[in-house]
């Protein structure tokens, strides 16, 4: 039997031309095609800018930078996350200060992020902050590509000043209450790697209202380079976060195909759940009200307590089945526990969740029947 692949990448001859297109040119970076890929994210979203990257980390890292968040920073964040979204605040030395997930969507409980902003000491890791350090932000992650309850979150910060970065690496094309997943905050952030909604194989992107931001996150991906430096003035010191013309050029076929693939992935997503609904011990997402507009990123299912997530797990994967769990929590990672002294129990729901979910082979180019044949072992498992 043919393998089915974790994620695929859904590519057309279009992205192939475009990337040639770009071969034939002299200027492989800092040329036209990221102006106009950056655009098409403006009119997609409207935003107001866009800054192309060369990953989502490097975008995050450029908002809690932006953000002035620094040395002993606190910043509210889910340990329910790619490890990505909590780093950025640790290359600054600032530090992530993780509330529980709403067991239901597995997003951050905006009734934790409300407590941990007036009762901060209770949140604190045992070891490695301040015991009279200051929340400065608050960093919720779109997990599994459906928004984070950003009212609330939105409503505390400007209640106590508070800037917002909007991990949306896992759901662009998503909807809050109507409005596109990585607006809502006072940045917004997108990844590109080949297993996202879409790729430039490696990329990412900030959207931002706010023109003095813009402006320091344009220069901090070029190596400091303000607005009026010449090639080897450098106003801050910088980074190389450029996205590259190639990967740009693949980026903007990509975005114009955005809606048509969404739409393949919701599909595919469609028959997972039809399929799986009447297996015993199995949940599917759940897709919160003020979700207007799901935006698949993977298709994590989560077990019952009584089937053992990890054994199942080999089973599928030695019938040709990969499947992996998701997500593991970060607070538990081995250098989080050696930093700030993180046990097992400290977020309960987060790693709940992270025991009983796994990601199942998902894509927008997945057929029906590998879909059913990967439903049709689990059922045969359990
Ligand atoms: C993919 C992802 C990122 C960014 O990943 P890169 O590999 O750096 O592009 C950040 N946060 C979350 C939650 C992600 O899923």
Redesign the pocket.
């Known amino acids: 039997m043919n393998k089915i692949p974790m994620s695929s990448p859904d590519l057309t001859d279009a992205e192939r031309q475009a990337v040639a297109d770009v071969m034939n040119t002299p200027m492989l970076s800092m040329g036209q095609y990221v102006k106009d890929f950056e655009q098409a994210f403006c009119d997609r979203t409207g935003a107001k800018h866009a800054i192309a990257v060369n990953?989502?980390?490097?975008g995050?890292h450029l908002c809690v930078r932006a953000a002035g968040i620094g040395e002993g920073d606190l910043v509210i964040t889910t340990p329910f996350?790619?490890v990505?979204?909590s780093n950025v605040m640790l290359f600054e030395n600032a530090i992530p200060l993780f509330v529980d997930i709403d067991p239901k969507t597995g997003n951050i409980d905006t009734a934790l992020i409300k407590d941990a902003i007036e009762n901060t000491e209770k949140y604190l890791p045992r070891k490695g902050a301040k015991v009279d350090a200051k929340v400065k932000a608050i960093l919720p992650?779109d997990?599994f590509g459906q928004p984070a309850d950003m009212d609330p979150i939105m409503a505390l910060a400007k209640e106590h000043n508070l800037s917002v970065i909007e991990?949306s690496?896992?759901a662009l094309g998503a909807e809050y209450k109507n409005q596109p997943a990585g607006m809502l905050g006072d940045f917004g952030?997108f990844?590109?790697?080949p297993n996202?909604q879409m790729t430039t194989g490696?990329?990412?992107l900030v959207v931002s209202n706010n023109d003095e931001h813009a402006d320091y996150m344009r220069a901090m991906r070029n190596q400091g380079r303000a607005p009026g430096d010449t090639w080897l003035t450098h106003t801050h010191l910088g980074f190389n976060y450029r996205l590259d013309e190639m990967s740009a050029a693949l980026g903007a076929v990509q975005v114009s195909r955005l809606d048509e693939m969404l739409h393949k992935r919701e599909q595919v997503a469609n028959w997972y759940e039809s399929a799986l609904k009447n297996i015993e011990g199995v949940e599917t997402q759940f897709i919160e009200k003020s979700t207007s507009k799901m935006s698949w990123?993977v298709y994590v299912v989560r077990f019952d307590k009584s089937i053992n997530r990890d054994e199942l797990a080999q089973q599928l994967i030695a019938k040709g089945v990969p499947v992996r769990p998701y997500f593991a929590p970060i607070h538990l990672q081995p250098y989080m526990v050696k930093q700030f002294g993180y046990r097992r129990g400290d977020f309960p729901v987060t790693e709940d969740l992270g025991n009983r979910s796994l990601a199942l082979p998902f894509s927008g180019v997945m057929s029906k029947e590998q879909v059913m044949r990967v439903c049709e072992t689990i059922a045969e498992l359990i």
């Not at 990953?55 to 490097?58: E, F, I, M, V, W």
């Open positions: 990953s989502g980390t490097a995050l996350s790619f990505a979204s992650v997990v991990d690496c896992e952030v990844a590109f790697y996202k490696e990329g990412g990123f």
